[in-house]
């Protein structure tokens, strides 16, 4: 069954540096998204991704955060200067014109 | 943007008793449905969805139901088995196809 694949699994990072956090989803797959989640909280919506450009974002997808499709299988979140609020799992998906929703394995971001 | 409300937060039941999640929707445009079921440290993994021209569906052990009149949709799981604990997430689709999910309920099954 086609996945969406997550890298890396876990990342630790100081407060203040930059994080990429890596998704490969589906081939055929349109949509692309990112979804946080605090430990303990409900799934957040990020971004919504969609023909090489942002379709829709939260106000938590602030000018800390971008996104890129930087060839034709990666879609990646960056966060230039974390905060230690920024901990989280990020999870990344992708659905085609369908609306079923396919989600990583999750990226744990551990902020110190 | 789509606001969903989702009820009980935590629920216990006896192995075997049914389980019951109770959700709410406010853009009446949302379309889709999905259930997630997340268990601990892993990625949500849809467990059953229903669509809005739809009223009630049913997989096994598991049955959603959608009233678009009064915007909300349950889960029913029947014959509760100690796997079945995990955090279930209700969600809703609005036309803008961003997904928002309830707060999400912990279901726990005593063997």
């Known amino acids: 069954e086609p996945e969406v694949t997550q890298t890396p699994s876990h990342q630790v990072t100081q407060m203040g540096q930059e994080v990429i956090l890596r998704c490969v989803p589906i081939?055929?797959?349109?949509?692309f998204y990112w979804y946080r989640q605090i430990l303990g909280q409900k799934v957040e919506f990020l971004v919504s991704f969609y023909n090489n450009e942002i379709s829709e974002k939260s106000e938590i997808f602030d000018d800390q955060f971008s996104v890129e499709r930087p060839d034709g299988s990666n879609f990646t979140l960056k966060i230039r200067s974390t905060k230690l609020e920024d901990s989280a799992m990020y999870f990344c998906?992708?659905?085609?014109?369908?609306?079923?929703?396919?989600f990583g394995a999750g990226s744990r971001l551990t902020v110190l | 943007g789509e606001n969903v409300e989702q009820h009980p937060s935590t629920l216990s039941v006896q192995e075997g008793d049914s389980a019951v999640i109770k959700c709410t929707y406010s853009d009446s445009a949302s379309n889709y449905f999905p259930w997630y079921k997340q268990e601990l440290g892993k990625r949500p993994q849809l467990i059953i969805d229903?669509?809005?021209?739809?009223g009630e569906k049913k997989d096994q052990r598991i049955a959603v139901t959608l009233n678009k009149t009064a915007k909300h949709f349950s889960l029913h799981i029947t014959e509760t088995q100690p796997e079945d604990s995990a955090v279930y997430f209700c969600a809703a689709i609005p036309h803008d196809y961003k997904l928002s999910f309830g707060a999400g309920t912990t279901v726990t099954v005593r063997a």
């Open positions: 998906a992708s659905r085609s014109g369908a609306n079923v929703l396919t």
């Open positions: 229903i669509r809005s021209n739809v």
């Open positions: 081939s055929n797959h349109l949509y």
